[in-house]
DNA sequence: ACACTAGTTGACCGGTCGGTAAAGTGCAAG
DNA sequence: CTTGCACTTTACCGACCGGTCAACTAGTGT
């Protein structure tokens, strides 16, 4: 027998918190979301939140981490593995992410951008905490960048001497523009109007560092 | 004679909440900057704010207004005439970003970004009327990117048949994610180490549009 | 001398912010 | 049956938000 609830895992309020943060905070933004919004959607007191998490910070801080393991489990493996060839692989991501803010717009009225790289610029200026979190899911994106990009390489599909790190780095900058731009527009069809730089940007990089003066 | 003083030229508190809203704004966020921060920092009541303004949005957008301006007249203008040849007005370019980012951390303690892709994020989602002001303002900013691509396509820099409109707004696009990327890094070399991308994607840009389909 | 007006001042408004405190609830193990 | 604990509930806190208001000040034109 052996019921594992740990004890009657009744409505599991912690996680409905963790869902109402992100569906909030992503669709708008940190500050102008409060936490007495976020628990009227997620049905629980205030109170309760305070016993999960020790405040909104902590709450957003979880809710990134799980939005970040969301984000690599449903976009960055399958992007990956799914389609071949560099030039596949740069629309499919492409795709993607407008198909993610064309949802989120019909959900939210709201064409969100980069959850990531709102809070980045929302929250980088004055709080050290989220800012350093965001760096960190936003360099594990890179990482998968790179290791296409290193795939690339194998297959002969870029120069040997590419530079894959600077390139990666390069290609989620271009990424966050894009979004940046699609915000500003609210519309998501600037996602794909700009998608071709990305093919622009990754087939064309120089051999090697210049390695200047 | 005739001391064209209209009234008798005090302090001009107009310019000083200008000056006051734009130092603060650009070196944090709309929202987490108070009109009584403003004022203070103005030397202004705040009765007085809503004597020049109808209200923070109002204030803000004059502002904007005046940091286009100033960043036209300052950055973009000179860029333009400035250097010779593409390559070498990228670089000016950036250069001139770099130094912008680097002056405002020593000035405020804090990289702040892209005034303009910084309120485009915070406001897109929630306030229309400072979105579509921010967006006439990137686009104004395209222009001046797409003159600079034009003459590097009379001068015989770039194919003929290149098309400058598309690639000025990826130009921007890139801009402002690079610039999203220094502020999570809150570090100015990340604007140098990612501006090479620039010269990558101006000068392979496809012949033509594909015209897919 | 007078009225007019642009500009200034400080007190005040209701609402919301993130966060706290304390009492209560119900299950489970002793 | 009782104790302990995870969790919930409600009331409350001071601070701050953007914005309003009426009274006041001082130059200007007549």
Redo the contacts with the bound molecule.
Sequence with gaps: METT????T?????EDLLKAARELIVGRSY???????ICARAG?????????F????ALTLAMLDALYADFEREVLIPGLAGANGLHARIEAFVHAIHAFETRMQAESGQLPGCPFGNLAVEMGTHNPTLRRAIRGHLDAVTAHFRSVLDEAVQDGELPGDTNTEALAEQWLALMEGILVMAKADQDPATVLRLGPALVTLLTHSPPEVPHER
Excluded: C, N, W
């Design positions: 609830t740990p004890h009657h009744r409505h599991d309020s912690r500050t102008s979301v409060g936490i007495a919004e629980v007191r205030k109170g309760s939140l305070y016993h999960f020790p405040g909104k910070e």
